[in-house]
């Protein structure tokens, strides 16, 4: 929709992946949106689903897409192919703990270490 320039269209997608985000961000063609697309998506206020699983699934989109720009999948570079997205991403919503739980986000965690000082403490 936003490609053919289809502001309402685009407007009911989102409207859509507030109401089904879980399913939005698992589907096969997540990681295939483009970088305008995934900021739209991260800039709602609305989603439907905890912070770090929306943060996973952020991770997931940057690995694709070190892999399409033919950059080696690490931090640094994942880092890189987010831009402005990673800032999107409320932080201070996780706990130290679900930061920390899974091997992408200690990837992050260990390239970036003054990003735990936004996690709130459980």
């Known amino acids: 929709a936003r490609l053919f320039d289809e502001p309402q269209l685009a407007s009911l997608c989102l409207e859509n992946i507030d109401k089904n985000t879980s399913?939005?961000?698992?589907?096969?063609?997540?990681?295939?949106?483009?970088?305008?697309?995934?900021?739209a998506v991260l800039e709602r206020d609305t989603l439907g689903i905890r912070e770090v699983r929306l943060f996973n699934a952020v991770v997931r989109w940057?690995?694709?897409?070190?892999?399409?720009?033919?950059?080696?999948?690490?931090?640094?570079?994942?880092?890189k192919v987010l831009g402005k997205a990673l800032?999107?991403?409320?932080?201070?919503?996780?706990?130290?703990?679900?930061?920390?739980?899974?091997?992408?986000?200690?990837?992050f965690l260990q390239a970036w270490p003054g990003l735990a000082l936004h996690c709130r403490a459980s």
């Open 23 to 39: 399913d939005a961000i698992n589907a096969e063609g997540f990681t295939d949106i483009d970088l305008d697309t995934l900021v």
């Open 62 to 79: 940057s690995e694709a897409e070190c892999q399409r720009q033919q950059l080696q999948v690490v931090p640094e570079n994942k880092r």
């Open 87 to 107: 800032s999107l991403i409320r932080f201070p919503l996780m706990t130290i703990e679900e930061f920390a739980a899974g091997n992408s986000t200690k990837a």
